[in-house]
């Protein structure tokens, strides 16, 4: 298991297809912020709008984009009339369930100036992947750098299209792996990185994260976690510090929370033997660490997501 295959099964994660959105303009569409643990993502299918976000510039959109919003930041999807001076007839919006999605239009049966997928990825609070990625994820599924994507994208189109049986677990099913497919084609982009991303893009420095990962619950030290990386002391810390504000064992303590938090919410384990195994010999110095973190005493965390 990679690094970052650790981190989206640390996350929790999930996704779910909500609508198939068939519209004409002009027309503003507000998003409000999602809840926490939720991010919002748009699949252009066909067509072209806008993205607008409170102090930031416009971001237009066209057929083959993918647009994720990693914290479910507010948002207005402005769609205009498809072609330069023709007169919109106001249509109202028609809400449907076809068996596999939500299918809103306001076309009334004309072609519509934009074809969307919209939808949503859970993950759990805090979570460590969620938390190091920018605002904003954009990559389109017409680069060649993705081949994969375009087959995923059409397989989710023609399942929400064609409603068949078991269409609903499949196109949940597709927008968990899009998750996961959209983040490679992004991380493919980027010319450099930095933070947890930068760390495990960096092959001797990911070892260390692997490790971490791997075994929360040795007594690492600087010196333990630069053996990992084949590295001395001091040149690991430089070249950690390149990569990330943060510090190793600060990183540490945040993998070793986000551990804890899975735990919690996925076994009966106690809170003593949760500490335990994440590298914490005192409960009294977890429960410390995990509320500054969350918020919230490990005790109320688990009563807060299900388990007592």
Same mark, same amino acid.
């Given at each position: #298991?990679?690094?970052?295959?650790k981190l989206i099964q640390l996350a929790s994660l999930?996704?779910?297809?909500?609508?198939?959105?068939?519209? &004409? *303009?002009?027309?503003?569409?507000?998003?409000?912020?999602?809840?926490?643990?939720?991010?919002?993502?748009?699949?252009?299918?066909?067509?072209?709008?806008?993205?607008?976000?409170?102090?930031?510039?416009?971001?237009?959109?066209?057929? *083959?984009?993918?647009?994720?919003?990693?914290?479910?930041?507010?948002?207005?999807?402005?769609?205009?009339?498809?072609? !330069?001076?023709?007169? !919109?007839?106001?249509?109202?919006?028609? $809400?449907? +369930?076809?068996?596999?999605?939500?299918?809103?239009?306001?076309?009334?049966?004309?072609?519509?100036?934009?074809?969307?997928?919209?939808?949503?990825?859970?993950?759990?609070?805090?979570?460590?992947?969620?938390?190091?990625?920018?605002?904003?994820?954009?990559?389109? =599924?017409?680069?060649?750098?993705?081949?994969?994507?375009?087959?995923?994208?059409?397989?989710?189109?023609?399942?929400?299209?064609?409603?068949?049986?078991?269409?609903?677990?499949?196109?949940?099913?597709? &927008?968990?792996?899009? =998750?996961? #497919?959209?983040?490679?084609? @992004?991380?493919?982009?980027?010319?450099?990185?930095?933070?947890?991303?930068?760390?495990?893009?960096?092959?001797?420095?990911? !070892? &260390?994260?692997?490790?971490?990962?791997?075994?929360?619950?040795?007594? @690492?030290?600087?010196?333990?976690?630069?053996r990992e990386a084949a590295m001395s002391r001091a $040149? =690991?810390?430089?070249? =950690?510090? !390149? +990569?990330?504000?943060?510090?190793?064992?600060?990183?540490?303590?945040?993998?070793?929370?986000?551990?804890?938090?899975?735990?919690?919410? +996925?076994?009966?384990? &106690?809170?003593?033997?949760?500490?335990?195994?994440? *590298?914490?010999?005192?409960?009294?110095?977890?429960?410390?660490?995990?509320?500054?973190?969350?918020?919230?005493?490990?005790?109320?965390?688990?009563?807060?997501? *299900?388990?007592?």
């Open positions: #298991m990679d690094a970052l295959d999930s996704g779910a297809l909500d609508l198939r959105c068939l519209l &004409s *303009g002009p027309l503003e569409l507000d998003h409000a912020p999602a809840p926490a643990g939720e991010a919002v993502y748009h699949v252009v299918l066909d067509g072209a709008c806008t993205v607008l976000r409170k102090g930031h510039a416009p971001l237009e959109l066209r057929a *083959g984009d993918i647009f994720f919003l990693p914290r479910g930041d507010a948002h207005v999807l402005s769609i205009q009339p498809r072609a !330069a001076g023709a007169t !919109a007839t106001e249509m109202e919006m028609e $809400t449907r +369930h076809n068996g596999a999605v939500t299918v809103e239009t306001n076309c009334g049966g004309q072609p519509p100036g934009v074809d969307l997928l919209c939808g949503r990825f859970l993950y759990a609070p805090r979570a460590l992947l969620i938390d190091v990625l920018p605002d904003v994820v954009h990559v389109s =599924f017409t680069n060649a750098s993705a081949p994969y994507l375009p087959p995923l994208v059409q397989t989710m189109r023609r399942e929400a299209e064609e409603a068949r049986l078991g269409a609903p677990s499949i196109v949940t099913a597709l &927008s968990t792996a899009l =998750f996961t #497919m959209v983040l490679r084609a @992004w991380l493919a982009e980027q010319p450099s990185l930095a933070g947890v991303l930068g760390l495990l893009a960096n092959r001797r420095l990911g !070892a &260390s994260i692997i490790a971490m990962l791997e075994r929360p619950a040795e007594p @690492w030290t600087l010196e333990m976690l630069a $040149t =690991f810390m430089r070249a =950690f510090s !390149a +990569h990330s504000d943060s510090s190793p064992l600060a990183l540490l303590s945040h993998v070793r929370m986000q551990l804890a938090s899975t735990m919690l919410t +996925h076994t009966k384990k &106690s809170i003593a033997d949760v500490a335990a195994d994440v *590298g914490y010999q005192s409960e009294a110095a977890f429960s410390k660490r995990f509320k500054e973190l969350y918020g919230v005493a490990p005790g109320r965390f688990r009563q807060a997501n *299900g388990l007592s």
